[in-house]
């Protein structure tokens, strides 16, 4: 479904963020990202939703080259892949429900559709009942949830995270990674940068170790650190 082919990023002076790599995922797949801050996690993940293209190499999602994807395909493409940010981007003056609303408004989708899909989508997060507070009126935990939602309400082939449980606290974390392993078990592929060792050792989910903007560990049902 999603395919890393030799590619390559390198920003101005020099930095490289990604080097030579290679990656498939598989679709309804659960993979961690974990490494080193500067690893490469955040670039490769910004590839899968065209927010940055290779210097080299070709990224493949849905048999599509998204290296040379035209401007016009992409909000095609984004409408596939959910995005979950550890800082959560939600638009502050708009309720619960109109975030998730406005999501889905810049889809296209069918008014009648959005009124189905948002209460249906809060029930599932757990936020039923917060549908009309704001942003602001959130715990960080409710604000993350929120933003998990917003990212799943299109029922996306992909849902990416970045960081979802950097700000929270043990049992919160718990709860939003428990609701990442729904968001897979309804059918999507599920990718997540980590450097919550706890979490991803309680997941057991595939592990792709990163350093230096190279892949040094694959492993299935893995654990943070290698096994043995």
Same mark, same amino acid.
């Given at each position: 479904?999603?395919?890393?082919?030799?590619?390559?990023?390198?920003?101005?002076?020099?930095?490289?963020?990604?080097?030579?790599?290679?990656?498939?995922?598989?679709?309804?797949?659960?993979?961690?990202?974990?490494?080193?801050?500067?690893?490469?996690?955040?670039?490769?993940?910004?590839?899968?939703?065209?927010?940055?293209?290779?210097?080299?190499?070709?990224?493949?999602?849905?048999?599509?080259?998204?290296?040379?994807?035209?401007?016009?395909?992409?909000?095609?493409?984004?409408?596939?892949?959910?995005?979950?940010?550890?800082?959560?981007?939600?638009?502050?003056?708009?309720?619960?429900?109109?975030?998730?609303?406005?999501?889905?408004?810049?889809?296209?989708?069918?008014?009648?559709?959005? +009124?189905? *899909?948002?209460?249906? /989508?809060?029930?599932?997060? =757990?936020?039923?009942? !917060?549908? %009309? @507070?704001?942003?602001?009126?959130?715990?960080?935990?409710?604000?993350?949830?929120?933003?998990?939602?917003?990212?799943?309400?299109?029922?996306?082939?992909?849902?990416?995270?970045?960081?979802?449980?950097?700000?929270?606290?043990?049992?919160?974390?718990?709860?939003?990674?428990?609701?990442?392993?729904?968001?897979?078990?309804?059918?999507?592929?599920?990718?997540?940068?980590?450097?919550?060792?706890?979490?991803?050792? +309680?997941? *057991?989910?595939?592990? /792709?170790?990163?350093?230096? =903007?190279?892949?040094? !560990?694959? %492993? @299935?049902?893995?654990?943070?650190?290698?096994?043995?």
């Amino acid at each position: 479904m999603l395919e890393f082919r030799r590619v390559t990023k390198t920003y101005d002076k020099g930095i490289t963020a990604l080097d030579n790599v290679e990656l498939a995922i598989g679709r309804g797949e659960f993979v961690f990202l974990v490494g080193p801050s500067g690893a490469g996690k955040s670039t490769l993940l910004r590839m899968i939703f065209r927010e940055e293209r290779p210097t080299s190499g070709t990224v493949v999602f849905d048999g599509k080259d998204l290296v040379r994807m035209p401007a016009r395909a992409i909000p095609y493409l984004r409408r596939q892949v959910g995005v979950v940010f550890q800082d959560y981007r939600l638009l502050s003056d708009k309720t619960v429900a109109e975030n998730l609303a406005f999501a889905m408004q810049v889809t296209e989708a069918d008014p009648k559709d959005i +009124r189905r *899909r948002v209460p249906q /989508v809060l029930a599932q997060v =757990g936020l039923a009942h !917060r549908a %009309e @507070a704001l942003p602001l009126e959130l715990s960080g935990g409710e604000q993350q949830r929120v933003a998990l939602a917003r990212a799943i309400v299109n029922n996306p082939q992909v849902v990416v995270a970045d960081e979802p449980t950097g700000n929270l606290d043990p049992d919160t974390a718990r709860d939003i990674m428990d609701l990442l392993a729904a968001v897979q078990a309804w059918g999507a592929t599920v990718i997540v940068a980590s450097h919550s060792q706890a979490m991803v050792d +309680r997941l *057991r989910r595939r592990v /792709v170790a990163m350093e230096a =903007g190279r892949i040094v !560990r694959d %492993e @299935a049902q893995g654990g943070y650190r290698p096994c043995g």
